[in-house]
């Protein structure tokens, strides 16, 4: 009897000593996790040291706040306007992830995107989304349903320099090196893209392209093609 309580007690020790190890380990795990969630949406010392952490948000990007200004002896200079020289920052998004691009290609992107947003939007007159061309009614004399009839006709526009094309540069893959070989329209590249929030591999995968350096590059051709469209819009 005394062997029996001696061996329960070595073994509830080893069960003891085990689940100690599995809470040690789940707790490196953790810690380790929340470290590479701290470190990923860490703002850019541009913006400050008291910038904060919000894992939430995720990866940022600063924006420098700056003015071109005269010095009084007619040399063009720019100076920060940032609280402290401080830069202020945005969400990343696709199109920051993506190489290649302008920035002036990127912010058509993100005006179109916008753009869609706000139309979609139209029904709540107070949504705030009417502010592609910094008016929204009221202090212009315009009305909601002005602001509202001016970025539908901007978005047509819009949607008429995207057109229903597919992008040459795709087309010109090899057949080895496409897949499927299903087209990808420019009109679903920009959505995905710019709209979505896609990266050009998950455009790939949707759409059963084979996932090469090659079809990467072609397609971010073609969006890019696609956003020059854009610019002047």
């Known amino acids: 009897m005394e062997w029996r309580n001696d061996a329960a007690k070595q073994a509830a020790l080893i069960e003891r000593d085990r689940l100690r190890r599995e809470a040690r380990e789940r707790d490196r795990a953790e810690q380790a996790r929340l470290c590479e969630l701290r470190s990923g949406c ?6 400050g040291f008291d910038a ?29 306007t940032g609280y402290r020289g401080r830069a202020a920052l945005r ?6 992830r993506i190489r290649g691009l302008t920035e002036a290609q990127r912010a058509a992107g993100r005006r179109y995107a916008a753009l869609v947003e706000a139309v979609e939007a139209g029904g ?19 009305c909601f349903m002005d602001a509202y009839i001016d970025d539908c006709d901007r978005l047509r526009r819009m949607n008429r320099a995207i057109g229903d094309g597919i992008g040459m540069k795709v087309r010109r893959v090899r057949p080895s090196a496409r897949g499927t070989r299903a087209s990808i329209p420019d009109r679903a590249l920009a959505e995905r893209i710019c709209i979505g929030g896609q990266s050009l ?33």
């Open 91 to 96: 969400a990343q998004d696709s199109l920051d």
């Open 42 to 47: 860490a703002p850019p010392e541009a913006c």
């Open 52 to 80: 904060p952490h919000a894992p939430a948000r995720g990866p940022v990007v600063a924006i420098p706040l700056d003015v071109v200004v005269e010095d009084g002896q007619g040399r063009v200079i720019h100076q920060e």
């Open 124 to 142: 709540m007159k107070c949504s705030g989304g009417f502010m592609q061309d910094g008016t929204s009614g009221g202090d212009d004399g315009r």
């Open 201 to 233: 591999s998950e455009v790939l995968r949707a759409f059963g392209w084979a996932e090469k350096q090659e079809t990467r590059k072609a397609l971010s051709d073609a969006l890019a093609a696609v956003l020059e469209r854009l610019r002047p819009i």
